[in-house]
């Protein structure tokens, strides 16, 4: 099945610092990817829409200039989290449709746990 | 995408049937219910999903009612690997780039 993998899975880093996390798709190839970000004992938010060779679309109150997204190939979209606080610190999730299945779904990356100290 | 509603938590002993309803009231005639769980600290992992006609795989069985505004995902042997929060969602299955929209999901807890 289609396998999209997201690295790091921890990261902690100390406040005002940038953090990039890059989720790729690795059997399938994905215009389009998405960005979640998950608090404690909530649901995932979607952040934004990724979308190959051009900008993304971010959802309203997410901010496009902390949240920088990158979507360069066909398998490969990154987030850099910049000048990160403290409040930034979530659990991060991106996912990807295999396009060569349009009824199967989405497959969702393992998540990145990142913690701004 | 129409909107879900689904009970908070539940719970279910092991090896029994585990039955999560999920209403969707102002579903479209074009819009899919799809199933997602997140074990803790995972991503979402894909169960199934259906127009009309129930469905059944080798995680999971999904009825749909007949007139398609609820339906009920059956785990038929839970076991304790299973606890977790489900999440049902509506969508056009067709839509390339349609976004997935996550509401607050069912915890589910496997008791032994």
């Known amino acids: 099945g289609a396998v999209v993998s997201q690295h790091p899975s921890r990261v902690i880093c100390k406040s005002g610092t940038s953090v990039k996390i890059e989720c790729r798709s690795l059997d399938f190839q994905a215009t389009t990817m998405f960005w979640y970000r998950q608090f404690p004992k909530q649901s995932l938010m979607l952040m934004a829409t990724s979308n190959e060779g051009s900008k993304a679309t971010y959802e309203q109150g997410v901010e496009k200039d902390k949240f920088l997204i990158n979507h360069a190939s066909l398998t490969l979209s990154t987030l850099t989290v910049t000048s990160a606080h403290p409040e930034d610190s979530s659990f991060y999730i991106c996912?990807?449709?295999?396009?060569?299945?349009?009824?199967?779904?989405?497959?969702f990356g393992s998540g990145t746990r990142l913690t701004v100290v | 995408d129409a909107k879900t509603t689904q009970p908070p938590s539940m719970d279910c002993a092991e090896g029994r049937a585990a039955n999560l309803p999920c209403n969707h009231s102002?579903?479209?005639?074009?819009?899919?219910v799809y199933w997602y769980r997140q074990i803790h600290s995972q991503g979402p992992q894909y169960i199934i999903h259906g127009l009309k006609n129930n469905e059944t795989n080798e995680m999971a069985s999904l009825i749909i009612t007949e007139d398609r505004k609820s339906s009920t995902l059956i785990l038929p042997h839970a076991t304790l690997r299973d606890t977790a929060v489900y999440y049902c969602i509506v969508r056009v299955a067709s839509s390339n780039t349609g976004k997935l929209i996550f509401g607050q999901g069912t915890t589910l807890q496997v008791k032994p």
């Open positions: 102002t579903i479209s005639g074009n819009e899919y």
């Open positions: 996912s990807a449709r295999d396009q060569g299945s349009l009824n199967y779904g989405y497959t």
